[in-house]
């Protein structure tokens, strides 16, 4: 197994008949052609939720039904809508409530909505022929779309600076755009903010626990 089949990251140590995916931060196991989940990352610690540890502000962003597309922990940590003494302070709850959590809430569906491919595309015919935009816009729909790739990276921004030279290559450049946003099916997961409440079905939810052993997490 050279890269993992839900992050793309190429970073998969194998150990002791299993590979270890330093994104997802999860241990993997490869049966019938398929990557199967093995062990998570759930440590025994005092705290039990996470709410009842915020600050006023962030308490009530956590408290709504909003919830975060990604692809690993560290993304959806990332993108939590908490100040940085919350997540500091109640990162190893918010981590253990995650994995708890997370594989009921896994999809294969378009990474962009419509509303966020209008917004680009409007955005693309307003400020279009600034190259420093088609830079920025290019990266972040490859960043979003895959995760960040240096060579991707280093590829989309010498497509950018080839055809922002001619003022044809606007159109060839804002279909590229278009056509990786609208086709951009992969696995991700949906997780909501608030991870303090019962999951949807604690049927699944228990069975999803038996997932490997706390006790083999270290390997």
């Known amino acids: 197994m050279s890269r993992c089949e839900y992050c793309k990251s190429r970073n998969m140590l194998p150990l002791n008949g299993k590979y270890y995916c330093e994104e997802c931060e999860i241990y993997y196991i490869y049966k019938d052609k398929k990557q199967e989940y093995s062990n998570l990352p759930i440590e025994e610690i005092g705290q039990m ?35 940085k003494r919350c997540k500091k302070s109640n990162e190893r709850c918010i981590k253990n ?59 989309n921004s010498i497509l950018t600076a080839t055809l922002g030279y001619w003022r044809w290559g606007v159109i060839p450049l804002y279909l590229y755009c278009l056509f990786s946003m609208v086709w951009s099916n992969r696995w991700h997961y949906r997780v909501p903010v608030d991870l303090d409440g019962p999951p949807p079905n604690i049927l699944e939810y228990l069975e999803h626990l038996n997932i490997g052993g706390k006790k083999d997490w270290q390997g």
């Open 49 to 83: 939720t996470v709410g009842n540890h915020l600050c006023r502000k962030c308490k009530l962003k956590y408290s709504g039904k909003k919830s975060i597309a990604c692809t690993t922990f560290r993304e959806y940590f990332k993108k939590l809508p908490m100040c």
């Open 97 to 155: 409530a995650f994995f708890k959590n997370f594989i009921l809430y896994k999809t294969y569906g378009r990474v962009f909505s419509i509303r966020y491919i209008i917004f680009h595309t409007l955005l693309f015919y307003l400020v279009g022929s600034s190259i420093l935009y088609r830079l920025f816009a290019i990266n972040l729909i490859t960043y979003q779309k895959r995760g960040f790739r240096l060579y991707e990276c280093l590829f």
